[in-house]
């Protein structure tokens, strides 16, 4: 089992639905980063959460540290989010354990 | 300011090959981070540098691999001779030093062994 589990793995929607990417993790850790990933591109980072809820434009991320549990939210989904989704965890020796990826298509 | 830059973004090379990659990180970011994505799998971290020091270089898969950082500034990544299972996205990132710092990702390197 790894340390990080996403799901789904896959997430189909249409354009305009309300999109739920869930992280849960085994480890005690010092932040959660949520990372997104267009096809043959990089990687971006979208959130560095430690505790709390974060809000950025349309996507919102929050943790539970108590659950180790972590969710990112994308309301108003458009095709342009279309995307891998990673959660990936940081230890205290900085080193970042990742998930797996949930790859969101968002149909027009 | 520029990002993480990293080369080349695409290596397509003979098993039995050296290939090396090269990260560039932030200006000022003494951590820099290896990490590798291989087909179907999660990323893995490989190892990191702080200045030009290696903290952690648990993830590195054997003594094929070789990472410098010489004067602390850019790294480089050499596999020598590269194998089959050596394909895969290589990334790097970098942050500053504390505790709860952003990463910044770079494009990743495909590489590709035949």
Redesign the interface.
Same mark, same amino acid.
């Given at each position: 089992k $790894?340390e !990080?589990e996403q799901s789904p793995q896959n997430l189909t929607a249409q354009e305009g639905e309300f999109i739920t990417i869930n992280c849960s993790y085994s480890v005690g850790i @010092?932040?959660l980063?949520w990372?997104q990933q267009h096809p043959g #591109? #990089?990687? !971006? @980072?979208l959130f560095?959460l @430690?505790s709390g809820k974060k809000k950025h434009g349309r996507l919102i991320a929050t943790i539970n540290i108590q659950e180790k549990h972590s969710s990112l939210h994308i309301t108003a989904s458009h095709p342009r989010d279309s995307a891998v989704y990673?959660c990936?965890v940081?230890g205290s $020796?900085? &080193?970042?354990?990742? #998930? &797996? #990826?949930t790859l969101l298509t968002v149909n027009p | 300011e520029a990002g993480v830059t990293q080369f080349p973004s695409h290596s397509v090379i003979e098993k039995g090959q050296t290939v090396t990659l090269r990260c560039d990180p932030i200006s000022g970011h003494d951590n820099l981070y290896w990490y590798r994505r291989v087909m179907g799998k999660e990323i893995k971290f490989l190892l990191h540098f702080v200045k030009e020091s290696k903290q952690d270089e648990s993830g590195m898969p054997n003594n094929r691999f070789l990472a410098e950082r010489t004067g602390g500034t850019y790294s480089t990544l050499k596999v020598q001779p590269a194998e089959l299972e050596d394909s895969g996205v290589y990334f790097c990132a970098s942050s500053l030093l504390g505790s709860n710092t952003e990463a910044f990702f770079g494009q990743g390197t495909r590489l590709t062994v035949v």
């Amino acid at each position: 089992k $790894n340390e !990080v589990e996403q799901s789904p793995q896959n997430l189909t929607a249409q354009e305009g639905e309300f999109i739920t990417i869930n992280c849960s993790y085994s480890v005690g850790i @010092s932040a959660l980063h949520w990372l997104q990933q267009h096809p043959g #591109g #990089g990687i !971006v @980072s979208l959130f560095m959460l @430690s505790s709390g809820k974060k809000k950025h434009g349309r996507l919102i991320a929050t943790i539970n540290i108590q659950e180790k549990h972590s969710s990112l939210h994308i309301t108003a989904s458009h095709p342009r989010d279309s995307a891998v989704y990673i959660c990936a965890v940081r230890g205290s $020796n900085y &080193k970042l354990t990742f #998930g &797996k #990826g949930t790859l969101l298509t968002v149909n027009p | 300011e520029a990002g993480v830059t990293q080369f080349p973004s695409h290596s397509v090379i003979e098993k039995g090959q050296t290939v090396t990659l090269r990260c560039d990180p932030i200006s000022g970011h003494d951590n820099l981070y290896w990490y590798r994505r291989v087909m179907g799998k999660e990323i893995k971290f490989l190892l990191h540098f702080v200045k030009e020091s290696k903290q952690d270089e648990s993830g590195m898969p054997n003594n094929r691999f070789l990472a410098e950082r010489t004067g602390g500034t850019y790294s480089t990544l050499k596999v020598q001779p590269a194998e089959l299972e050596d394909s895969g996205v290589y990334f790097c990132a970098s942050s500053l030093l504390g505790s709860n710092t952003e990463a910044f990702f770079g494009q990743g390197t495909r590489l590709t062994v035949v």
